[in-house]
């Protein structure tokens, strides 16, 4: 039995790919396969902002919390940077995410849902208060 994408997503791509390599262009799932390599960057563009989100929490933690700062948080936000960095040198058409409003605003309503989660804090900037540069800076930190 052939699996289909409705029934098995793994196998069907396992199938899609060998037909690929075969040369059988004839017998691919082309409306499916065309969704799957969308879903590539729409996937690689939730990684970025769940890293970004996460990067940002830390900051904001970080600013907000300063009698909790330590090793850990600095561990985290080193982490997400290089991530992110890792994403943007992976995948360098995500760079235009980080200057697009709506996905700014989108990731740093993450980032306060998840401070505010953490913290029990809810007095937080109703904007972001910082350039993305600084915020991927491998040594800066925000100002108490």
Do not use: C
Request: proline letters at 5%; aromatic letters at 8%.
């Amino acid at each position: 039995m052939i699996a289909t994408y409705e029934t098995d997503v793994v196998a069907w791509a396992n199938e899609q790919a060998r037909l690929i390599r075969a040369g059988r262009f004839d017998l691919l799932d082309i409306e499916h396969v065309a969704e799957e390599i969308e879903d590539v960057g729409k996937s690689e563009q939730r990684e970025l902002a769940n890293r970004m989100a996460v990067l940002l929490a830390h900051l904001l933690k970080w600013q907000h919390q300063p009698e909790r700062q330590g090793n850990s948080w600095q561990n985290t936000i080193r982490a997400q940077r290089k991530e992110v960095a890792y994403l943007l040198d992976e995948a360098p058409s995500l760079r235009g995410k980080l200057v697009e409003p709506r996905w700014l605003d989108m990731v740093w309503a993450k980032a306060v849902a998840q401070a505010g989660d953490e913290t029990g804090l809810d007095d937080w900037p109703a904007t972001m208060p910082w350039l993305v540069p600084e915020i991927l800076a491998e040594d800066w930190l925000p100002k108490i």
